[in-house]
């Protein structure tokens, strides 16, 4: 299965926030949204960053500040990795492992076409070796 099947089968919309907004509206936005990562675009509407949960997580234990005072772009990853939608489901697991994030947004001519992560790429590999157990079975009983 390659990344823009997955993102057809998945139909969230992608969720985005402003560099400029305070990592305390990053949390609620995250939270009622039930997601684990934002997009950050730029003026050109590219895509220019990515804030997780691990970047919250990391700003809370450094104590160097106010949630409702520090913004989102202060703790951003800037320039994020991203894969184009033709990538195939295993590509892009090894990419995340190797590169130690959980969230991959798809782009394609510099436009941002859906966002995965680490549980969808799980989710669907197991649907797909579900399938192909099924069927190994039933040629084996045949
Ligand atoms: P995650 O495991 O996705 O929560 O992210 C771990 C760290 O990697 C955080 O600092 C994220 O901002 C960063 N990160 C997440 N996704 C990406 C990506 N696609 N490209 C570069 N950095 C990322």
């Known amino acids: 299965m390659t990344l823009h099947e997955l993102i057809n089968n998945k139909k969230a919309d992608l969720r985005y926030i ?8 990053a949390i609620k936005s995250m939270h009622e949204g039930k ?12 895509l220019a960053g990515i804030v997780t949960e691990r970047d919250i997580l990391r700003f809370c234990s450094s ?11 202060d703790i951003m990853t800037r320039n994020p990795v991203s894969a184009p939608p033709d990538c195939s489901n ?26 995965v992560s680490i549980g969808d790429l799980v989710k669907a590999r197991l649907q797909d ?5 099924k069927y190994l079975r039933e040629y084996l009983s045949a």
């Open 35 to 46: 997601i684990g990562s934002l997009l950050i675009q730029s003026e050109e509407g590219k």
């Open 90 to 115: 295993e590509e892009a697991m090894t990419l995340m492992t190797e590169r130690r994030f959980r969230h991959l947004p798809i782009v394609e001519d510099g436009k941002t076409l859906g966002m």
């Open 63 to 73: 104590r160097h500040g106010d949630v409702e005072l520090v913004q989102v772009a």
């Open 129 to 133: 070796v579900t399938v192909e157990v």
């Open 18 to 25: 402003d560099g400029s907004a305070s990592v305390l509206d």
